[in-house]
T-cell receptor
Framework: AQSVAQPEDQVNVAEGNPLTVKCTYS??????LFWYVQYPNRGLQFLLK??????LVKGSYGFEAEFNKSQTSFHLKKPSALVSDSALYFC????????????FGDGTTLTVKP | DTAVSQTPKYLVTQMGNDKSIKCEQN?????MYWYKQDSKKFLKIMFS???????INETVPNRFSPKSPDKAHLNLHINSLELGDSAVYFC??????????????FGNGTRLTVT
């Protein structure tokens, strides 16, 4: 069975500082990994994905994520945080051997303070 | 041009009632989903349909019945509503199953409150 863990409920950073939101995963086949962002009263929005290839993937709004197979991690990063990045972030793994089911982590609330 | 649209946005009803939530996507996707987000913001898959065929049915009470009249629509009917059904329900869609690199596209959710 696939699973995703986001070990931090909350991440606080100052505007302009780098941010990291952590994610580790477990899946039996090849990992298809995704990050989504949710703003208040909205649905989740896709940020970026790792399927294969370079371990560092770039996505929307200046976010990037680093895939580490040995540590089974897929941490979300941004070199310089903005106040507008404050939101709820979800890591997800999709398993094509399990009817394409996407399993989400519990979410991490990112707060960027001015 | 909303890609995945759900109606209604808010639904307040009493215990025991039956209600439906509708979802439509105009992205040409073959696969659609229902997710439930609880008060702690945890997100859990309920159902998935691929080309109108049910392919994922998680441990969901029989009171919940999805219906897909065509691949652009996936509705959710809930019978005999209970207090514990209060949550935000999200519809989502993605490209054809087997294309594992396809992200999910979510609607803006339906906030269901059962009193």
């Amino acid at each position: 069975a696939q699973s995703v863990a986001q070990p931090e409920d909350q991440v606080n950073v100052a505007e302009g500082n780098p941010l990291t939101v952590k994610c580790t995963y477990s899946v039996s086949g090849n990992p298809y990994l995704f990050w989504y962002v949710q703003y208040p009263n909205r649905g989740l929005q896709f940020l970026l994905k790792y399927i294969t290839g370079d371990n560092l993937v770039k996505g929307s709004y200046g976010f990037e994520a680093e895939f580490n197979k040995s540590q089974t991690s897929f941490h979300l990063k941004k070199p310089s945080a903005l106040v507008s990045d404050s939101a709820l972030y979800f890591c997800a793994v999709r398993d094509e051997t399990n009817a394409g089911k996407s399993t989400f982590g519990d979410g991490t609330t990112l707060t960027v303070k001015p | 041009d909303t890609a995945v649209s759900q109606t209604p946005k808010y639904l307040v009803t009493q215990m025991g009632n039956d209600k439906s939530i509708k979802c439509e996507q105009n992205l040409g996707h073959d696969t659609m989903y229902w997710y439930k987000q609880d008060s702690k913001k945890f997100l859990k898959i309920m159902f998935s349909y691929n080309n109108k065929e049910l392919i994922i049915n998680e441990t969901v009470p029989n009171r919940f019945s999805p219906k897909s009249p065509d691949k652009a629509h996936l509705n959710l009917h809930i019978n005999s509503l209970e207090l514990g059904d209060s949550a935000v329900y999200f519809c989502a869609s993605s490209q054809t199953l087997g294309q594992g690199n396809s992200p999910l596209h979510f609607g803006n959710g339906t906030r269901l409150t059962v009193t």
